[in-house]
């Protein structure tokens, strides 16, 4: 059976589905600036992510190359971004393999925040995908001292970068991924929770409430749970 055919199977012999043979088109086949395709099937797929693995083995590569091969033509299937993306310098030779990145901190300052937005969009763009902590932003209506005004609080700054990440992957021809997480202990936990119920709010994103043990007692004991922020000591309330 030629390599192509035995891609198409499982190790159990069952063809690959209908929705599995789209999905592949539609995302991790190798195709030019004119949307041809450049691997003609699976198979091609399979045989250029082997041969890029392997070559990294340096004089080794040909002993590796079989495995790798064998490997993925019996489910051993990686990353999204490595499917898509390894063999495939010469048609975009700026994308990333890693599939998942973490922001550095945000800091609670605008400039950070707008810094964070150019290094979010920028790993975008190379088809890595990246996930933040909001809540070292401080809460809607908090008074800033620098400025003499309120915020508007961190989900209005990720309003920022959904639409941000939105704009990156209409460019790219991949949807975005983002992941947002925030502290249970931030006074607009409820507002993030419900985030998400409001139409069309936040859909480059996935989100993570970040809970803790301290909390999980709070819940089994019925006792209050206090939301915080640190503040800067000229902000404090008089």
């Not at 043979?21 to 099937?41: F, T």
């Not at 790798?68 to 993306?85: C, M, Q, T, V, Y």
């Not at 507002?191 to 139409?199: D, L, S, V, W």
Request: net charge neutral; proline share 5%.
């Amino acid at each position: 059976m030629s390599t192509a055919a035995k891609a198409m199977k499982t190790s159990n012999d069952v063809p690959m589905q209908a929705p599995s043979q789209e999905i592949w088109d539609a995302k991790y086949r190798l195709k030019d600036r004119h949307s041809q395709p450049v691997d003609q099937d699976v198979g091609a797929t399979f045989e250029r992510v082997a041969r890029a693995l392997a070559a990294v083995e340096g004089d080794k590569a040909e002993e590796w190359l079989p495995k790798f091969r064998w490997a993925l033509e019996n489910g051993a299937i990686p990353a999204g971004r490595i499917l898509s993306n390894a063999g495939a310098e010469a048609y975009k030779p700026a994308v990333s393999l890693i599939n998942c990145t973490v922001s550095r901190t945000i800091r609670d300052s605008m400039r950070d925040i707008l810094d964070s937005v150019v290094d979010a969009g920028m790993t975008l763009k190379s088809g890595a995908g990246i996930g933040y902590d909001f809540s070292t932003l401080r809460h809607k209506g908090a008074f800033v001292f620098g400025a003499g005004a309120g915020t508007n609080g961190p989900l209005a700054f990720m309003d920022i970068y959904d639409k941000m990440c939105f704009t990156v992957a209409s460019a790219g021809g991949r949807r975005g991924a983002q992941m947002g997480t925030f502290d249970v202990g931030h006074p607009d936990v409820r507002e993030f929770i419900q985030a998400k119920r409001e139409a069309g709010r936040l859909r480059q994103f996935n989100l993570s409430l970040l809970i803790t043990d301290e909390f999980m007692e709070a819940v089994k004991n019925n006792t209050d749970w206090p939301l915080a922020f640190p503040l800067h000591p000229g902000e404090k309330r008089t």
